[in-house]
T-cell receptor
């Protein structure tokens, strides 16, 4: 699986938007971009994923660069509960090759009240 | 509905003893994954079960580690002759057939003294 690069940490104030960047310059045409987050003392939870087009769900938005070499997870209004480690993961989601997720070190997001 | 459950929540054992960790996946999820997370580290893939196919054991760190999945549901991860470096949080995840999203359990915190 292709490698991703994320900042080690970021900070935000509560109720402000947060943009978490991820670089994946070696992404292949069949790699999907997945985001998971891990709250303290919990297992990771799925946030969002996409292939080429920007994606929105109730948790976040995913903005994907036109060349797909980078993406940004957007939390529109950060809450204290959003403080977590955010992982950007690439995976070839063609059905027959589904399997492990490769977790890097992720970005530790701190949200200040 | 019920999520992925793991037991025990915490396990303290002595070096050299064997331990068994249990994972109950979400009903209907045919894919099951084991990961481990050492203190301050990212998640490391261990093993992947998909239906009746042969498991992907490529992430198991040594032959002291083994896992089985009975009846396509519950899975047990066994660590024989535990070592102090085996201390970590062991996480289990499951997913629907050929679905991208993995659902994680809360993990088992293993401490080897």
């Amino acid at each position: 699986d292709a490698k991703t690069t994320q900042p080690n940490s970021m900070e935000s104030n509560e109720e402000e938007p947060v943009h978490l960047p991820c670089n994946h310059s070696t992404i292949s045409g069949t790699d999907y971009i997945h985001w998971y987050r891990q709250l303290p003392s919990q297992g990771p939870e799925y946030v969002i994923h996409g292939l080429t087009s920007n994606v929105n769900n109730r948790m976040a938005s995913l903005a994907i660069a036109e060349d797909r070499k980078s993406s940004t997870l957007i939390l529109h209004r950060a809450t204290l509960r959003d403080a977590a480690v955010y992982y950007c993961i690439l995976r070839d989601d063609r059905g027959s090759t589904l399997g492990r997720l490769y977790f890097g070190r992720g970005t530790q997001l701190t949200v200040w009240p | 509905g019920a999520g992925v459950s793991q037991s025990p929540s915490n396990k303290v054992t002595e070096k050299g003893k064997d331990v068994e960790l249990r994972c109950d996946p979400i009903s209907g999820h045919t894919a099951l994954y084991w990961y481990r997370q050492s203190l301050g580290q990212g998640l490391e893939f261990l093993i992947y079960f998909q239906g009746n196919s042969a498991p992907d054991k490529s992430g198991l760190p040594s032959d002291r580690f083994s896992a089985e999945r009975t009846g396509g549901s519950v899975s047990t991860l066994t660590i024989q002759r535990t070592q102090q470096e085996d201390s970590a949080v062991y996480l289990c995840a499951s997913s629907k057939p050929y679905q991208e999203t993995q659902y994680f359990g809360p993990g088992t915190r293993l401490l080897v003294l």
